[in-house]
């Protein structure tokens, strides 16, 4: 069966760092794409990074030079690296398997920016 | 703003059926599959539709997915109280290279 469970979201303050993991089972990560996607409170979806299983990233341009995704393979786990975190940041994040088509979500991780 | 757009809700009664349309241009919906979500409140979205029209194993097929263009459709038949939720639609975009979703369409069953 197939499960992906974040960890690491919590209150920081603007400027902070943070760093969500994605433990992955049934299946592996890195045959895979794998994304992050968040959705601030009562707001809609926003894709934020990807990583293809050959290790190519890509990110939303509201996150670029501030997130960083990455994988460790030996354990089967998606990383989210977060700088800079702004208040615009806030949201539940969600590890996502897949693209432009995610076949299976995360239950998400609240990340919330504020002083 | 998102880059593909769907209309902010749509309602209708138990039994009958809706539509929701999601828009977008040449670098995604023209170019790339489409899939469509559905998010019950408070939890995560769940995969309903992928490849534009086909449904994973488990959802029912009063659930359809359609493409022409740069536009796509969500079909539901037979509403439900239960199918009241938000609905959203995503594809890959070339030129962005980046993920992209609707705005969502809140489904009211009335």
């Known amino acids: 069966e197939v499960q992906l469970v974040e960890s690491g979201g919590g209150l920081i303050q603007p400027g902070g760092s943070l760093r969500l993991s994605c433990a992955a089972s049934?299946?592996?990560?890195?045959?895979?794409?794998m994304s992050w996607v968040r959705q601030a409170p009562g707001k809609g979806l926003e894709w934020v990074s990807v990583i293809y299983s050959g290790g190519s990233t890509y990110y939303a341009d509201s996150v670029k030079g501030r997130f960083t995704i990455s994988r460790d393979n030996s354990k089967n786990t998606l990383y989210l690296q977060m700088n800079s975190l702004r208040a615009e940041d806030t949201a539940v994040y969600y590890c996502?398997?897949?693209?432009?088509?995610?076949?299976?979500w995360g239950q998400g991780t609240l990340v919330t920016v504020s002083s | 703003q998102s880059v593909l757009t769907q209309p902010p809700s749509v309602s209708a009664a138990p039994g009958q059926k809706v539509a929701i349309s999601c828009s977008g241009g040449s670098s995604n919906i023209g170019n790339n599959y489409v899939s469509w979500y559905q998010q019950l409140p408070g939890t995560a979205p769940k995969l309903l539709i992928y490849?534009?029209?086909k449904r994973p194993s488990g959802i029912p097929d009063r659930f359809s997915g359609s493409k022409s263009g740069t536009s796509a459709t969500l079909g539901i038949t037979g509403l439900q109280t239960g199918d009241e939720a938000d609905y959203y639609c995503g594809t890959w975009d070339s030129s962005l290279s980046a993920g992209v979703f609707g705005g969502g369409t809140k489904l009211t069953v009335l």
């Open positions: 490849d534009n029209n």
């Open positions: 049934g299946f592996t990560v890195s045959s895979n794409y």
């Open positions: 996502a398997r897949g693209r432009g088509q995610i076949d299976f």
